[in-house]
């Protein structure tokens, strides 16, 4: 009978067969030539001690023990292009995700998308790298895929009750991506690889007779006796359903007003607001794994870390090893900060969002915006860092030791982030109880990581959309809204999910409480 076992080993041991299946010959006091297969079912990394170890979950098969390969496949999807209409505006996570569930359950999904397909962003990213102008239906946070396609792919979750994790890995397998993201603890697909991923997704809706339609902005949601009737698109084009799922992500602030004026109910949501720091890898590996050199078996080493200052938390958010720094406003007039990594994390830095969490009474100065209060302050310090950077892309920044001695850096290093920087003192950026906290929460940094606290590390502002900024209320079991029939607020901008992966499984639960309804 195949056996599971529990191992901790070298770092190249984990990454050699031949040494694997020689390790557990050893422990199995079996002849290697015994072995038929190891299955990694899951692997981790240990670096609590000065030798790093890994972390592994296998199952041994012995010679003449059955053992069968296992290919994941995609679900029979239908035909369901003369089934029901189900609208879904936007092509996040949570959309297209959504999308994929109609099409398993018998309901025919109408995406809208206001920005470009996966490949037509990619022009986009590049003005507002190398020229500086915001494209406000395409940029890093706009167009098929989401924000995540283009910022990181990162597929970890500490949102297990949320739903079904395994079968959101095992559906982007399906479509394509390594299948160690079902082993890995922390798994990642990289920007490089995951825009083929959703454009097979992508692929597989129209196929099956769904329609995906790009460059197509919501501007009016049509509701008559409190339930919903149908979109209308930029270009004066009405679509029809009495469901829409409304998946449009976390900044999309033009949505957020215009149910605001419409007097559907929101509210306003805390979220957590920060900067970018870049460090060196190599700093960051010497720190998490104690060596001077992590050689080749190991992964440029991330790293998370949590403080309370003044009773709020002070925390990492992510993590991207050997990745880069982006520019991801969504309009002009405004800088907004997020940081990826492609997916062999090779690059020389490694950043992350260094974020403190908020509260509603954060915002009254913005009392007057109501429901969008919270929006508004996110606004205010972006368009602030805009305005102190040189009204351009270009970033406030500081060096960290700099920023906890309020004192402006004399100068910036190249850093990852290729519009460039601006040396700010951050302190101008932010309220004076956020400044205050940071700038101790960074000294706290340095006591818990020796050597993180350093002039080497770059401070890049704002880091601001860590999460949505109002949430759209809805029924707890049927998850519509709780005043407009047939409306399904969903995913990170509706304040449901936090990532690809809960966001990916919140499209699913809405596709099914509408087949619930319409499916009899």
Not at 116 to 141: F, M, P, Q, T
Not at 186 to 210: A, F, M, S, V, Y
Request: net charge positive; hydrophobic share 35%.
């Amino acid at each position: 009978m195949p056996q599971e076992l529990l191992l901790q080993v070298a770092p190249e041991i984990a990454a050699n067969e031949t040494l694997l299946n020689d390790y557990l010959s050893r422990q199995l006091k079996i002849s290697v030539k015994e072995i038929q297969h190891v299955t990694i079912v899951k692997r981790s990394i240990d670096a609590r001690q000065k030798a790093v170890k890994i972390n592994l979950k296998v199952i041994v098969y012995l010679k003449g023990e059955p053992f069968l390969e296992q290919k994941i496949a995609l679900p029979d999807y239908q035909n369901v292009a003369n089934a029901q209409e189900v609208i879904v505006v936007g092509a996040g996570p949570a959309g297209l995700f959504a999308a994929l569930q109609l099409i398993e359950l018998g309901l025919k999904p109408i995406v809208i998308e206001r920005g470009k397909d996966v490949r037509g962003r990619r022009r986009d990213l590049k003005a507002i790298n190398r020229d500086h102008i915001v494209n406000e239906d395409s940029n890093y946070c706009f167009g098929e895929g989401g924000a995540g396609t283009y910022s990181d792919g990162k597929l970890y979750t500490r949102s297990k009750k949320r739903g079904d994790v395994n079968r959101i890995l095992e559906l982007l397998v399906a479509f394509g991506a390594t299948p160690d993201i079902l082993v890995d603890a922390h798994p990642h697909i990289g920007t490089n690889k995951l825009p083929q991923i959703i454009q097979d997704i992508r692929e597989k809706i129209i196929e099956c007779g769904g329609k995906v339609l790009f460059e197509t902005r919501v501007t009016d949601i049509s509701i008559k006796n409190n339930e919903v009737q149908g979109v209308t698109t930029q270009n004066g084009a009405v679509i029809s359903a009495n469901k829409l799922i409304l998946a449009t992500g976390h900044s999309a602030r033009d949505i957020f007003e215009l149910l605001d004026k419409k007097k559907v109910l929101i509210e306003a949501k805390p979220f957590a607001l920060g900067v970018r720091a870049e460090h060196p890898q190599s700093l960051i590996d010497s720190i998490q794994y104690s060596c001077d050199y992590r050689g080749e078996h190991l992964p440029p080493a991330p790293y998370s870390i949590v403080k309370q200052v003044n009773g709020r938390g002070m925390y990492s958010f992510c993590m991207c090893p050997g990745g880069v720094i982006a520019p991801c406003a969504t309009s002009p007039g405004e800088v907004v900060t997020n940081g990826w990594s492609p997916s062999k994390r090779d690059q020389h830095t490694a950043n992350s969002g260094i974020v403190v969490e908020l509260k509603l009474e954060d915002f009254k100065p913005f009392a007057k915006f109501g429901a969008l209060a919270g929006m508004e302050f996110q606004k205010s310090i972006e368009q602030k860092a805009w305005q102190l950077a040189g009204q351009t892309q270009k970033v406030p920044a500081q060096r960290l030791v700099d920023f906890t001695q309020s004192k402006t850096s004399s100068d910036i290093p190249k850093t990852s982030y290729v519009p460039g920087t601006t040396s700010v003192e951050l302190g101008q950026i932010f309220p004076g109880f956020l400044t205050q906290i940071m700038r101790q929460g960074f000294s706290e940094f340095g006591k818990s990581m020796k050597g993180y606290a350093t002039n080497e590390a770059i401070l890049h502002a704002p880091e601001s959309r860590t999460s949505s900024p109002v949430r759209i209320p809805r029924d707890n079991y049927t998850l519509e809204h709780l005043q407009i029939k047939g409306l399904y607020p969903c995913g990170e901008g509706a304040g449901y999910a936090g990532g690809i992966i809960s966001a990916a499984i919140d499209g699913e639960k809405c596709a099914q409480k509408i087949a619930e309804v319409l499916i009899k």
